[in-house]
């Protein structure tokens, strides 16, 4: 069974520090791995993905995340926060021949002026 | 959202009664999906749907079936609701144009059983 851990309930940040919000998880064979932005009472939007290849990925709003196979991890990262990125994010993984994704418990980002 | 509507965005029913939730999406897209957000819980699959007719069971389905009568559709229903299905309920696809990965989600319907 694949599944998805984000250690950190909420993360506090001042805007313009660089930011991480941690995901580690668990996958039989090559993992599929994305991130999602929750903003209050919205849908989940798509911010990036990791398929193969690079293992820093850029997204959507200044985001990217480094994916490090042997640490089993896929940390979101932006180098300069910004308060409108204050959010809910999510961490999703899937293997490589399933449909489903598996969400991690979301980590909430906290940006302050 | 991905041209992807959901109705309705809000509801409030009582124990015991049945309620339908609907998924619309303009996308033409293969995979539907029917998640519960729960605080703690981040977003559990309740069922999926891989084409007309095609489901199946997600993490989560007890007390909820689903229906795919058209590749636009996809209906969600509680027979009988209870209190613990108190929940927001989000739908998503994704489809061929993604390489069938990443999923799109719609901007939810808040389900409230008393």
């Known amino acids: 069974a694949q599944s998805v851990a984000q250690p950190e309930d909420q993360v506090n940040v001042a805007e313009g520090n660089p930011l991480t919000v941690k995901c580690t998880y668990s996958?039989?064979?090559?993992?599929?791995l994305f991130w999602y932005v929750q903003y209050p009472n919205r849908g989940l939007q798509f911010l990036l993905k990791?398929?193969?290849?690079?293992?820093l990925v850029k997204g959507s709003y200044g985001f990217e995340a480094e994916f490090n196979k042997s640490q089993t991890s896929f940390h979101l990262k932006k180098p300069s926060a910004l308060v409108s990125d204050s959010a809910l994010y999510f961490c999703?993984?899937?293997?490589?021949?399933?449909?489903?994704?598996?969400f991690g418990g979301g980590t909430r980002l906290m940006v302050k002026p | 959202d991905a041209g992807i509507t959901q109705s309705p965005r809000h509801k409030v029913t009582e124990t015991g009664t049945p309620v339908t939730l609907r998924c619309h999406q303009t996308?033409?897209?293969?995979?539907m999906y029917w998640y519960r957000q729960d605080p703690g819980h981040g977003l559990r699959l309740i069922h999926y749907?891989?084409?007309?007719?095609?489901?199946d069971k997600g993490e989560v389905s007890d007390g909820y079936s689903v229906s795919r009568s058209k590749t636009e559709d996809f209906l969600l229903t509680l027979e009988s609701a209870t209190s613990s299905q108190t929940s927001v309920y989000f739908c998503?696809?994704?489809?061929?144009?993604?390489?069938?990965?990443?999923?799109?989600f719609g901007p939810g319907t808040r389900l409230t059983v008393t």
């Open positions: 998503a696809i994704s489809g061929v144009r993604q390489g069938g990965y990443e999923q799109y």
């Open positions: 996958v039989s064979g090559n993992p599929y």
């Open positions: 990791y398929i193969t290849g690079d293992n």
């Open positions: 999703a993984v899937r293997d490589g021949t399933g449909n489903m994704l598996t």
């Open positions: 996308e033409n897209h293969r995979y």
């Open positions: 749907s891989y084409g007309v007719k095609d489901t």
